[in-house]
């Protein structure tokens, strides 16, 4: 097992036990814009060397996703439950956008077994943060009083992550490989430290919300155990069919099986204010991220080495 998901173990361990151990929240904040910086940068100089032809049936294709994910999970979940309108809406949004920190785990899985990525992953990555939470916005408002949605807008379009993403996919595409070696030591040499701190606080994170699931338990087990897996499947197809490498189909697999709790959460909580923001983030963070970094993604490898396999 990677070394970096035993940080993840610690810090669910220390949760769990009442431990004091806590990390200050300027740290936490400036670990999330490590990872997101270097996770941009990598990808932009990556696509610096690459031609980027053809790259907009790609990203229709996987906007797609995007779009399906949250209209099915919507669908499903007011058929085989009493959940509120507005939190079916806030679980639709989570599970059809994505987690950065599950997607960096994929990259740092990948990179220790020396599996190539295409380089387009990390533009993905921001593709499918967005369409996800304006259909869930668009769900819940029958449930929602009013959406105030210039916020919503300035939240998505110009919350951290995707600036910060955006950004360093930008950088790293116009400086490329050779302009982008004096930043190598603290974001590239240094980021499997970096994610190991970082899930650390998401152990933390995760023991915490562990109260939580005794109010809709079922619900919140189920939908961040069964949800994973066919969303990542439908991922790991689209990559296939738009030409992506093992481990690019792997990535997207992962992308697509993963759920927000950084965009999504935010956004719906200033358009959908009648959504517990606790479900949600019980089911994407409490269930969904550990069964994605210690079961899923080698699930998702497998996966994507059959289908390349079985199409080659």
Not at 102 to 124: E, H, I, K, M
Not at 174 to 198: N, R, T, W, Y
């Amino acid at each position: 097992m990677d070394p970096v998901i035993w940080f993840f173990l610690l810090g669910v361990l220390a949760g769990f036990m009442r431990s004091d151990l806590r990390m200050p929240k300027a740290v936490y904040e400036l670990l999330s814009m490590i990872l997101l910086l270097t996770i941009g940068l990598k990808g932009g100089v990556e696509l610096a060397q690459q031609p980027v032809g053809g790259l907009a049936l790609q990203v229709l294709a996987v906007a797609s996703i995007g779009v399906v994910l949250p209209l099915v999970v919507f669908s499903v979940i007011r058929a085989l439950s009493t959940v509120a309108r507005a939190d079916a809406a806030s679980l639709a949004a989570h599970y059809g956008s994505v987690s950065v920190a599950t997607y960096a785990v994929g990259v740092s899985f990948l990179a220790t077994r020396n599996v190539p990525v295409d380089a387009q992953l990390p533009l993905f990555l921001v593709i499918l943060e967005v369409p996800a939470i304006m259909i869930g916005i668009v769900l819940a408002k029958g449930a929602a009083a009013r959406s105030n949605w210039g916020g919503v807008m300035h939240e998505v379009f110009l919350g951290k992550s995707i600036v910060l993403l955006i950004g360093g996919l930008l950088i790293g595409w116009l400086s490329g490989p050779v302009g982008i070696e004096p930043l190598e030591p603290l974001f590239f040499d240094l980021f499997k430290g970096v994610l190991a701190l970082f899930l650390l606080e998401m152990g933390l994170i995760a023991a915490n919300q562990a109260g939580d699931l005794k109010r809709r338990a079922t619900l919140v087990i189920l939908t961040g155990i069964l949800t994973p897996v066919p969303a990542a499947m439908l991922g790991i197809g689209v990559g296939h069919l738009i030409g992506l490498n093992v481990g690019g189909m792997t990535l997207l697999g992962v992308l697509a099986g993963s759920a927000s709790y950084i965009a999504a959460p935010a956004a719906m909580r200033i358009a959908v204010p009648d959504a517990n923001p606790s479900l949600s983030l019980s089911a994407s963070l409490g269930i969904t991220f550990p069964f994605n970094i210690f079961i899923g993604v080698p699930l998702y490898h497998e996966a994507a080495k059959w289908l390349a396999g079985a199409g080659a």
